[in-house]
């Protein structure tokens, strides 16, 4: 069966880290950008952070910028997302998702629409 499970996420202070990851199985990562989304409370998806199929270019949301970083290795069939100085407000439910329709060359990266695949999801809180 083809899918993304995340993991890593957690609770932790404020000016703390984590890294997230997003294995693939039934299906080969390496053919496929991946982008990571959050869900707020209350709140609509929003785009983090995606990185290219072979791993040369990424894109990050402004207020990440800095803070995260997305990288893969396809040849554990994962990417990451390594997330530094943390604040309450990037407390959400993270997901990613995969695409291997060129959405990461377009500018419909970000509204989280197209994906072939996404995870369940990992739960991510900043709090002290």
């Known amino acids: 069966q083809e899918q993304l499970v995340e993991s890593g996420g957690g609770l932790v202070q404020p000016g703390g880290s984590l890294r997230l990851s997003c294995a693939a199985s039934?299906?080969?990562?390496?053919?496929?950008?991946i982008a990571w989304f959050r869900q707020a409370p209350g709140k609509e998806r929003d785009f983090v952070a995606t990185?290219?199929?072979?791993?040369?270019?990424?894109i990050y949301e402004e207020s990440v910028k800095g803070r995260f970083t997305i990288s893969r290795d396809n040849a554990k069939n994962t990417v990451y997302l390594q997330m530094n100085s943390l604040k309450p407000e990037d407390t959400a439910v993270y997901y990613c998702?995969?695409?291997?329709?060129?959405?990461?060359?377009?500018?419909?990266?970000?509204?989280?629409?197209?994906?072939?695949?996404w995870g369940r999801g990992t739960q991510v809180t900043v709090s002290s």
């Open positions: 990185i290219s199929s072979g791993g040369e270019s990424t």
């Open positions: 039934g299906f080969t990562l390496e053919y496929y950008a």
């Open positions: 998702a995969a695409d291997a329709n060129g959405l990461f060359y377009s500018d419909l990266y970000s509204d989280g629409r197209g994906y072939d695949y």
